[in-house]
């Protein structure tokens, strides 16, 4: 698909795509960003075999922590599977899917700190009070529970703008803030509710190990672009989606046939087979 890195350029040939971003984390605290037009193929993979078990596609403007958690509910009821281990990179650091991989799978959830969950918040917590960016004492306004999250929170406000005795000091936030002007403030939330990272133990040499494991999935994909997963002939998402299934079959059944003769050492030899194949047949 030409130009499909352009992100101001929507195919003309595939009205189903969709634009999609790749977040990058090359180091803690700097991201890179590479937007795409068409879809994106979804992957739950063994790590001990780096084979495929289950896959969907989905339109590129689908986010993967959208669907991760139906997507490895639904790789456990089909194959009836007990999971011990889930890994994933910085982008599945979501509460609600690792509430689901600890407390629901009952397994080890290996994936990091998202450096975006880490970022300064912008105000100073000085015993029980909350301190602004302009070195003001936030208005405690009561206690919230956001639909999006579940998480207990104490919201805290701009004082100029709900404390009386504050108002009448001061006209305009002393550090003119952009959200003061275009709004009410700033507004920060303190949790009130310990959080599920608190059951991972990050920094442990288990952790670091199983976590390593995760690049299988990178090379799962290496494997599959050898059988023209990314650049596929076809265009639609329907056309799509049958494309990355049948390149996914290729994959297992090289795996199958390798395993039957009794080459199991060849169970990956993706690359390799495929380019041999075509020449014989070419020959034949």
Known sequence: MADRFDKTRKPAGDPDARLGVLIHYPTPFKKEIQYFWGYRNHVINDIATELPIWETTKKANVSEIRIAKALIRETRNFFDLNIEVVTGDANYDAEDLLKFIIKELKALAIIPHNPRNEQPKGFQIKGDKVICEAGLTMYRKGKMRPKNTGILYCQYTCPIFYDKKVRHQYIMCPLFHPKFINGKGC?????LEPSIRAEINYGTKNFKELYHKRTSVERIF??????????????GYHANRNHATIAHIAVLLVALTAHKSGQQDKIRFVKSFVPNFLIDKIKN
């Open 222 to 235: 290496s494997r599959l672009l050898s059988i023209a997963m990314q650049n596929p002939t076809v265009r």
């Open 187 to 191: 507004n920060a939330l303190i949790r």
